[in-house]
């Protein structure tokens, strides 16, 4: 631990939540255990930040924001992806009306990590550890972001899929990435692989979503297109770097062009200066980390915070409700504050 840098520490999460010298508590563990740990770190009255998905289903979302609100301390909520450079760049364009009247949105995000039938069966597989899956995994992210460039959504219809219903039993201390072999004993895969959905915002646009964790292809495509009167932008963090820009302004030469990431854009000088150098995933983490520490500081709410988090599982719930029923559903707020 020392040659990580670290100071101290504990080897119970209870230890850590007690410690009067801790102000602050950080939430990286399996989703199964972040509601109780979020109520403990409110209860001693800590700001807590919690790894979405906070819990894994609506259900638990909202006791961990209740708990919060209760203690009345900050909560965040790693929605890491809001913290691009680009993603923030992407919301000033539309913010200013750039692109005119938003007419249609697209999010997906298709990611390798169950796509090889021998991916080992671990947490994320299975309703009591993880919650639902991709949609509390992967489509989180994706509706997470679209809440913040477009506003809410009103009603959807959606549909969900298991495409790789057993897997190998997962070994103690293996990762999410291991690999079983053929003839292994397996376990069933209880939650979603697949989920997509179309749907309805507030300010009219329509709006399409896919997420996969089995999906052959792409590898990290947590990405989105916005298409409005004027123009049209999209990003995919494959390209963190680069945004997708069209403009109707020039008339002759017509086309997307890159927009490359740089020091012009928030954050990104912090991390490399100039133009065209890149930054990292773990940047953005970097980034989350520093805005949540500044909130406390400042002693404001902190967004995206457990309240942000309820928006979206507003949507999950209508989205798991249009999957059984094969229908369009509202979306009913949740939030209790
Ligand atoms: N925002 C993002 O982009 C992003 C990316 C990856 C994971 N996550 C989230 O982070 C969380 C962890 O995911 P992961 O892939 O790192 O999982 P993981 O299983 O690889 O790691 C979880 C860690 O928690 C520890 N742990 C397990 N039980 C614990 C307990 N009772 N108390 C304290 N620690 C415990 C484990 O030892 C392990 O170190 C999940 O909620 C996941 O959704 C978010």
């Known amino acids: 631990m020392m040659s990580f840098g670290f100071r101290r520490g504990a080897l119970s999460w209870q230890e850590v939540i007690e410690d009067p010298d801790v102000e602050v508590v950080f939430i990286a563990a399996p989703n199964i255990v972040h509601v109780e740990l979020v109520q403990a770190a409110a209860a001693a009255g800590k700001a807590v930040f919690c790894e979405k998905p ?12 209740e708990a919060t609100r209760q203690a009345g301390v900050i909560s965040g909520v790693g929605y890491n992806y809001r913290w691009a450079p680009l993603v923030r760049y992407a919301r000033e364009l539309i913010e200013a009306g750039e692109l005119g009247e938003i007419t249609n949105y697209r999010g997906r995000f298709f990611s390798m990590y169950g796509a090889d039938p021998l991916g080992v069966l671990s947490w994320r597989f299975l309703v009591d550890q993880a919650g639902h899956g991709v949609t509390t995994d992967l489509m989180s992210h994706s509706v997470d972001l679209a809440l913040m460039l477009m506003g809410p959504i009103t009603r959807v219809v959606g549909t969900t899929e298991t495409f790789i219903p057993e897997r190998p039993l997962a070994v103690d201390g293996g990762t999410h990435y291991g690999r079983g072999r053929p003839g292994d004993p397996t376990g069933t895969v209880t939650n979603e692989d697949y989920a997509g959905m179309l749907c309805e915002f507030a300010n ?59 020091d012009r854009f928030p954050y990104h000088g912090n991390f490399v ?65």
């Open 54 to 65: 906070v819990g894994g289903t609506p259900a638990t979302i909202g006791q961990a924001a």
């Open 204 to 262: 009219a646009a329509r709006g399409t979503f896919e997420a996969s964790r089995s999906i052959v292809g792409p590898e990290s495509q947590m990405a989105f297109d916005v298409y409005g009167t004027q123009g049209a932008l999209g990003w995919n963090l494959e390209k963190l770097n680069e945004l997708q820009l069209y403009l109707t302004e020039d008339e002759l030469h017509t086309g997307y062009r890159t927009v490359f990431g740089g």
């Open 273 to 337: 200066p100039g133009s065209a150098n890149g930054i990292g995933f773990e940047d953005l983490v970097v980034i989350e980390d520093y805005e949540f520490c500044r909130s406390i500081a400042a002693g404001r709410e902190h967004r995206p915070g457990f309240a942000d988090a309820v928006e979206w599982v507003s949507v999950q719930a209508a989205l798991l409700k249009s999957a059984q029923s094969g229908s369009w559903e509202d979306v009913v707020s949740l939030r209790e504050d």
